[in-house]
């Protein structure tokens, strides 16, 4: 049994900055890409970041391009999201994302993903 732990959400002002964690436990990190995703009020779950299972590889979507960077640290079984210059549309949850084991690329779908973290809450004000 895979399991995801996000930690990191919080309140923070416009231009602002976070960095979010996800902790996976329960198989060999190192064999699957990893992702993010968000959830905004009232949206659909999209695409944030991904990393491919030795970090070579990464993606972001357009909005993220430039403000956020995804790292993993398999040594540690972590994968991180550092935020900056937020902005208030990137108010959402945050959900860490792992792909079956042996997926190694990146992929920008959550049908990609097997296994998800219960979400950490991100709330930007203007």
């Known amino acids: 049994q895979v399991q995801l732990v996000e930690s990191g959400g919080g309140l923070v002002q416009a231009g602002g900055s976070l960095r979010l964690s996800c902790a996976a436990s329960?198989?060999?990190?190192?064999?699957?890409?990893m992702g993010w995703f968000r959830q905004g009020p009232g949206k659909e779950r999209e695409f944030v970041a991904a990393?491919?299972?030795?970090?070579?590889?990464?993606d972001y979507t357009d909005s993220a391009k430039g403000r956020f960077t995804i790292s993993r640290n398999n040594a540690k079984n972590t994968v991180s999201l550092q935020m900056n210059s937020l902005k208030p549309e990137d108010t959402a949850v945050y959900y860490c994302?792992?792909?079956?084991?042996?997926?190694?690329?990146?992929?920008?779908?959550?049908?990609?993903?097997?296994?998800w973290g219960q979400g950490t809450k991100v709330t930007i004000s203007s």
């Open positions: 994302a792992a792909r079956r084991l042996t997926c190694r690329v990146p992929s920008t779908t959550p049908s990609g993903y097997g296994y």
């Open positions: 329960g198989r060999t990190f190192s064999d699957s890409a």
């Open positions: 990393i491919s299972s030795l970090g070579g590889s990464t």
